[in-house]
């Protein structure tokens, strides 16, 4: 700044300050004035310690040159003058005024302030504290500008209020076991929550130090909003929002929404049957009957009584347990069933069915069973497993009978034991039929209309049934096929109580003793128990 706007601090005929002749003055004695002088600038000013310290010894020097100057020759007049100095980071200026020596002439303010332009201290000059201090004489140390210091900018941020899990389906935890003793490992999310609370970067201002010079302000850390599919940056961008009902993940560090279906409570009769385009979360209990079907993932937050429960596409889990009625609780899963307790249930699943407890119920899957975690029993139960059956107890001190295939996809047991059924039922048709058409035809021209019409209609029924047993032949020897081909499928448990009955292909075996440590298997064409 021009010094020029200092003019008001001085009366327009400035008077030179009038100071008495002086002999040269020991320059311990200024020492001593100028330590003084440094205290009091050092408690007024704390901030500047460091630099009103360097100013002192600054000074020191130059009253020493000045004194030993005063000393020699023939005593030359030196003028006061006006020291000056800027703190290491400039943003700081301090003076001083060292007294004449040898009747030298005083200083002026308008001369004060003109050596402090031609020193290059041209901003934030403190205009109206510097005519006061000036007043206060020599050697006073005083501030004669303070610059403005740069303002960092504040960094943005980014709150995250959901964890970063990272599951967006339901999955076998470890390919036999589910936790089942916390909630389940994903996270349902509304439409329009808040996902990240967003603090905005603000941007830094620019300092000037003493002598001009810019002091650029430091930048503020930009921030990365983890903004993934279905989510929205709402409110002014201070939030990250769900654009959608489903379940929240994180996929390449950002959160993203798997869209679905979200029932905060439970269901029952009175929400009839409800149909689901993607996947579902129920957060209470189903029952009363109600019928539930959705394309994708189910997953039931509480229990499971009377009901239907259809997943086309996906997993049904069940958290806190099966408890069905016969004949009335049905679940079916193009992949897996999933529940800690399975009880008067008929469960159809694609790939396995994973629970503590198995009792009562009927399960068909094409993989694995498994019973491996908390109680692991299988109590009177009828299971079709494509693969085998893992369990940790079969049966209980009680009794009971439970039924296992094991090994082939369950409907090809399932067929081999229709079409013997059938085959037997047909047999034994045609074998009731073939007495009364032996007796029939034994009258011979004796035979009345009405026999003749009656032998007729029984030779049709038989040949029907007759051509019907052979369709069921060739059913049979196509399921034959099938199950001889070697198996891999096995039951594997601690403890097995009577009674069980066990098929694998079209061997059989019944177990009626308590047996541990079972591999049940085939080998050579023989059912192996351990």
């Not at 929240?248 to 269901?267: A, H, R, S, V, W």
């Not at 503590?356 to 692991?376: F, H, K, P, W």
């Amino acid at each position: 700044m021009d010094v020029a706007i200092l003019d008001r601090f001085v009366p327009k005929k400035a008077v030179e300050q009038e100071r008495k002749a002086f002999q040269p003055t020991p320059y311990r004695k200024m020492f001593s004035e100028l330590d003084a002088a440094g205290r009091e600038a050092k408690a007024q000013y704390p901030d500047d310690s460091k630099a009103v310290e360097d100013f002192v010894w600054a000074l020191k020097a130059a009253c020493r040159d000045r004194h030993k100057m005063a000393l020699d020759g023939d005593l030359p007049c030196i003028k006061a003058e006006a020291h000056f100095f800027l703190s290491k980071d400039r943003m700081s200026a301090y003076a001083c005024l060292l007294q004449p020596e040898n009747d030298g002439a005083g200083i002026t303010l308008e001369e004060f302030l003109a050596d402090m332009h031609y020193e290059g201290i041209n901003y934030g000059i403190l205009q109206d504290d510097i005519p006061r201090e000036f007043a206060f004489g020599y050697l006073h140390i005083f501030p004669v500008a303070r610059g403005t210091p740069p303002q960092p900018g504040e960094d943005g941020e980014v709150t995250e209020l959901f964890e970063r899990c990272r599951n967006m389906c339901l999955e076998v935890q470890n390919g036999s076991q589910v936790d089942f003793s916390g909630d389940v490992q994903f996270q349902p999310i509304r439409k329009g929550t808040d996902i990240c609370l967003i603090r905005l970067p603000t941007a830094g201002t620019d300092g000037v130090d003493v002598t001009g010079e810019i002091l650029p302000g430091t930048q503020a850390a930009s921030i990365c909003v983890p903004q993934g599919r279905n989510t929205v940056i709402r409110r002014a961008g201070q939030a990250l929002v769900a654009d959608v009902d489903g379940i929240l993940y994180i996929e390449n560090d950002q959160f993203c929404i798997l869209e679905q279906k979200i029932i905060d409570g439970g269901l029952n009769q009175s929400h009839g049957a409800l149909h689901v385009s993607g996947n579902l979360y129920i957060g209470g209990d189903g029952d009363g009957g109600v019928d539930v079907e959705a394309s994708g993932d189910i997953v039931i937050n509480g229990t499971l009584r009377q009901a239907r429960v259809t997943s086309k596409g996906g997993t049904i889990r069940v958290q806190q347990g099966i408890y069905g009625a016969k004949d009335r609780t049905f679940l079916y899963a193009a992949c897996q069933v999933q529940s800690p307790v399975v009880e008067w249930a008929e469960i159809d699943a694609g790939t396995s069915v994973i629970a503590e407890a198995i009792l009562n119920s009927t399960i068909r899957c094409g993989g694995t069973v498994y019973a491996m975690t908390g109680r692991g029993i299988i109590v009177s139960s009828l299971i079709r497993a494509g693969d085998s059956i893992l369990c940790q107890r079969i049966g209980n001190l009680a009794g009971g009978r439970s039924r296992f295939s094991i090994g082939y996809p369950p409907h090809i047991p399932e067929s081999w034991d229709r079409i013997k059924a059938e085959l037997a039922e047909a047999q034994s048709t045609i074998d009731m039929l073939w007495n009364p058409i032996i007796n029939l035809r034994k009258k011979g021209a004796r035979i009345s209309d009405g026999e003749k019409s009656l032998l007729e209609q029984l030779v049709v029924q038989r040949d029907l049934y007759t051509e019907k047993r052979e369709t069921l032949m060739t059913e049979l020897r196509a399921v034959n096929k099938q199950l001889d081909k070697k198996s891999k499928g096995r039951i594997r448990c601690e403890k097995v109580y009577p009674s069980l009955d066990i098929q694998i292909g079209r061997l059989a075996v019944e177990i009626t003793t308590i047996e541990e440590n079972c591999n049940i298997r085939v080998e050579e064409n023989r059912i192996l128990l351990k």
